[in-house]
């Protein structure tokens, strides 16, 4: 059996907004914040470009806009769309989380600019959110504020794992049985944690 190391909770459709033959990730049903929906897990790999040199011309394209440099081992989520204000986020502990709900038959997006990629905002972002970048150049390092932001997005995200339905849990947790904790509710808070 094929294991899903992204949530089963997404589909890829056209996304218009972009551009005529852009594509996007949509919830199939809804997804509460808190939820984790994908690991980098061991069939996961990374582009090499000894490897890229043995593709198909189509098939680079489509490896350089939707996978490079990761090989996901399911291709959905190499067509998540950058939002300034993102649905999801990188934790940087090996798994992304949703930081905000997403309704049923909304677009879910993350933001590449903590990948550090700056190939994306070549021509700016379109997002359209509130805090976009808009025509700034962004140039990685992400500037303090933002990380601080993210920072803030991805605890508070972080402290409902154990609060809502983990589709991944089981799958997650046998790569990294470290992370068990996380899911564990009567774990202690530091003080200065306070809610
Ligand atoms: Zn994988
Ligand atoms: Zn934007």
Not at 47 to 75: F, G, N
Not at 148 to 173: C, H, N, T, Y
Request: charged share 35%; glycine share 6%; hydrophobic share 30%.
């Amino acid at each position: 059996m094929e294991r899903e190391m992204i949530a089963d909770l997404f589909v890829v459709k056209k996304c218009p907004k972009y551009g005529k033959d852009e594509k996007g990730i949509f919830a199939t049903q809804f997804i509460p914040k808190g939820t984790i929906v994908h690991f980098l897990c061991k069939k996961c790999g990374t582009w090499s470009l000894k490897e890229m040199a043995r593709l198909s011309k189509p098939r680079i394209l489509q490896v350089l806009t939707h996978e490079y440099p990761t090989k996901y081992c399911d291709r959905r989520l190499g067509y998540i769309n950058h939002s300034c204000n993102p649905k999801i986020m990188e934790t940087q502990k090996g798994f992304d989380i949703v930081v905000r709900d997403i309704a049923k038959g909304e677009e879910a997006t993350e933001d590449y600019r903590i990948f550090n990629e700056e190939k994306h905002f070549d021509g700016g972002c379109k997002c359209g959110e509130k805090n976009c970048m808009k025509n700034t150049t962004y140039r990685s390092p992400a500037p303090k504020k933002l990380r601080r932001f993210w920072d803030g997005e991805i605890r508070s995200a972080m402290r409902l794992i154990p609060d809502v339905k983990q589709p991944l849990k089981k799958e997650l947790l046998k790569e990294h049985p470290e992370l068990r904790r996380l899911f564990n509710k009567n774990e202690k808070r530091p003080k200065h944690q306070s809610n």
